[in-house]
């Protein structure tokens, strides 16, 4: 009877070290493919209510997608083209101040920071804030009313009165 002689195969060289180098150096943000599923904010019309909802929404775009919108003349754009009814006439009424001026060569809006502190001073409603804080002043836990809800609409009173949540 014959006998049947296994070889045994090599094992391919270990190239796991090599693999593991090259994975431990960190992509460069450019090189970073971006999330294509990102929801798109929805329009903003100038409502003060619905203001913080809006710049939130944009804020998490900003953040999904730092190659897209990575300048201040990027991220203004973006805005501006979210805009509509009497928002997008402030928008295109200061449209101007992200451009240099031909005279001056200055412009006003030279971060995104100052283009959103003239934003929120147009949109935002002053008197809310004060009615906020009144508001919660009267607030109480109503009967029947579970200590988490009560604590959560409270917490929501604190984000619209812009106080910090701590003081609850």
Known sequence: MG?????????????TRHSRQQSEIPPSPLSKKEPRNVPQPDKYDGSSAKLKAFLNNVATVFE?????????NDKILYVGALLTDSAKTWYLANEQKCKPDP????TV???YGDF???FIAIHENKNEV????????M?????????????SRMRMHNMLANLPQEQL
């Open 64 to 72: 999904r997608m730092l190659v897209t919108y990575e300048t201040a």
């Open 139 to 151: 607030e109480y836990q109503k009967s029947r009313e579970r200590i988490k809800k009560y604590m």
């Open 3 to 15: 006998t049947t002689s296994t070889k045994r195969q090599r094992p391919p060289p270990d190239t």
């Open 103 to 106: 005279l001056s060569g200055w």
């Open 130 to 137: 004060r009615e906020v804080k009144r508001n919660l002043q």
């Open 109 to 111: 809006w030279v971060t």
């Open 116 to 118: 959103l502190n003239d």
